[in-house]
């Protein structure tokens, strides 16, 4: 049996988290695991590549020493700002009514719903990944898939949520591992992996808000119904309770970082004792310069951790899953805030939730790395665990070439630019030169240049003989450089059935030989008997209220 590795990078606004996992069958062990500082990050997304690139070449490269390993590609999280997810419902017309609905078909509604999304802002956004919440027939509502498949319908719809990012944070990640050479084997929007590291199956169910705190950015993501309900995130973390130290005590951000760390609490009321002991600051010269106390840094602390569970609370109640009854499980906080010493029970003081500290829980052994269990790496062993069951993937190998494709948008319709749908027949222009190029060039305007390429000449012949409406129109999309409007990595993975963007196995398809797909499109989920009819009802999230909760409760998890 082949041993492989999985080698994931955490992109935080404050560190830069690298970790590598042996895999040998089903025994995954964890090898290497280190954090060290990050510059060009902000708000957990890459701001200045530049900066990124060099620390992040030298974390990779202490890992290949140590483990004497080639890392030729990684799986990397998206950020988790400046994220914004919307209400969408897709529809298909099944030829015939009277057969059973099949998983193929829930698949293929699945698919369109990703390819087809209309993004209001193409260049500047992208599809970071979609939710499926519910689906429904004209005689059922809000039917988890395992119910769905086996019913008889006229149509099909399903409702997702599907979350947008920028599409420039996403080429910067791009840029930093082009410039050192490494490929990038998967894209992760994280929030939905680091919960399964942390989070049991009964709390999925009955209802729990994560909160990661984390340096930059704080967010919580509810789950209920083993399906991921709602998300949402704000600028602070970490970070900004450092500056707080910093600024109330005149010291240096490096100094009032290891204070927080060191002897940083919540509630200071609580602290008894270890609250009238005093900090002493000394020189290089061990010289004292200034004192302050632990229970006067708790104050400063508590007083910015106040605002940043108050704002989550706030989301938490906008999301219509605030209730009790909703959120059984209580709450769950990860990332490096949680562990501050406090921190849990400061959030159910505030909140009269139930709250516990989510670590990652033992999927693989980690011995001799101890830093792998702690909440601060729940990101990485969630990108880990999301990784695990692609047989095909192996960090040490060189990446497989791989041909992203989307789906072709639809265009207006107008007499310079026809649908080949209908019984007109092609744009004339576009085959009148079409027909040019195939008889050959003007001889007054090839003096000194050589003939066109055959492989042009040839598809001109065939396009002038008549086209194949499907190759025409993906030439011209070719034509128009449309942008790909969904994540490359996520359109891999449906292609080629590999884990989804939330770490579930999709279907198994058989990859071809040498990681290409042959032919003009990669293959697609296979569409028994329906003849699709496909619609959008698209909502701006601005708010969600506790009647919308009401109507998703209950529903199971799929994801695509």
């Known amino acids: 049996m082949e041993e492989r590795y999985i080698a994931s990078v955490d992109l935080g606004t404050s560190k830069l988290a690298v970790c590598v996992a042996r895999i040998l069958g089903h025994d995954v062990q964890v090898i290497y695991y280190k954090e060290t500082p990050a510059q060009g990050i902000r708000y957990s997304y890459v701001n200045n590549p530049g900066k990124v690139e060099s620390g992040l070449r030298d974390a ?6 140590e483990l004497k390993i080639k890392i030729q590609q990684v ?21 015939d009514p009277d057969t059973q609905i099949e998983d193929g078909e829930v698949r293929t509604l699945k698919s369109m719903a990703l390819e087809e999304y209309p993004l209001s802002d193409s260049k500047n956004e992208v599809i970071y990944g979609a939710v499926a919440q519910s689906f429904s027939t004209e005689d059922s509502l809000n039917e988890l898939e395992g119910d769905i498949v086996g019913m008889t319908a006229e149509k099909l719809e399903g409702n997702f949520k599907v979350f947008i990012g920028s599409r420039r944070h996403s080429i910067n990640i791009d840029n930093v591992f082009n410039s050192m050479g490494i490929a990038i084997a998967k894209k992760y929007f994280t929030p939905g ?36 309900r709602y998300y949402a995130a704000i600028p602070f973390g970490g970070n900004s309770i ?19 760390k060191a002897y940083g609490a919540c509630m200071p009321g609580k602290l008894s004792a270890l609250g009238e002991k005093s900090i002493q600051i000394v020189d290089e010269n061990d010289e004292p310069t200034a004192q302050v106390t632990v229970k006067y840094i708790s104050e400063i602390i508590t007083a910015r951790m106040k605002e940043i569970i108050e704002a989550l609370l706030y989301h938490i109640q906008a999301s219509g899953y605030a209730s009790e009854d909703l959120l059984r499980a209580g709450v769950v906080v990860t990332g490096g805030g949680a562990e501050m010493v406090n921190c849990a029970n400061y959030i159910k003081d505030l909140s009269g939730y139930s709250v516990k500290i989510g670590y990652p829980r033992r999927f693989f052994s980690c011995e001799g790395c101890p830093e792998a269990t702690e909440a601060s790496a729940a990101t990485s062993m969630g990108m880990i665990l999301a990784a695990k069951g692609d047989q095909l993937l192996n960090c040490v190998n060189e990446a497989p070439a791989r041909r992203f494709w989307t789906a072709p948008k639809p265009r207006p319709q107008s007499d310079d630019y026809r649908s080949l749908s209908g019984a007109e027949g092609p744009d004339p ?19 000194g240049a050589e003939g066109p390429d055959p492989v042009i000449l040839s598809g001109a012949k065939d396009l002038a003989e008549g086209p194949d409406p499907v190759i025409l129109s993906e030439a011209k999309d070719l034509a128009e450089e449309s942008e790909p409007s969904i994540e490359p990595s996520v359109i891999a993975a449906q292609e080629e059935g590999e884990p989804t963007l939330f770490g579930s196995d999709g279907p198994e398809v058989a990859k071809p030989e040498g990681g290409r797909f042959k032919g003009n499109k990669p293959p697609k989920p296979s569409k028994p008997r329906i003849k699709p009819k496909f619609t959008w009802l698209k909502h701006l999230q601005s708010s969600i209220s506790k009647a919308a909760g009401d109507l998703f409760e209950g529903m199971e998890n799929e994801e695509i």
């Open 429 to 447: 222009v576009i085959l009148s030169e079409a027909k040019d190029l195939a008889e050959g060039p003007d001889p007054t305007t090839q003096s």
């Open 75 to 95: 799986i990397v999280g998206l950020p988790r700002y400046y994220v914004r997810q919307e209400n969408a419902s897709a529809s298909m017309e099944r030829t």
């Open 193 to 228: 992996i680091t919960a399964r590291a942390v989070l049991k199956e009964e709390q999925m169910e009955n209802g729990v808000a994560l909160i990661d705190i984390g340096a930059g950015v704080s967010s919580v993501t509810i789950f209920k119904g083993k399906i991921m």
């Open 60 to 65: 990779l490269t202490q890992a290949q020493q």
């Open 242 to 260: 450092t500056r707080d130290i910093k600024t109330e005590c005149n010291f240096s951000f490096d100094l009032a970082e290891n204070i927080k």
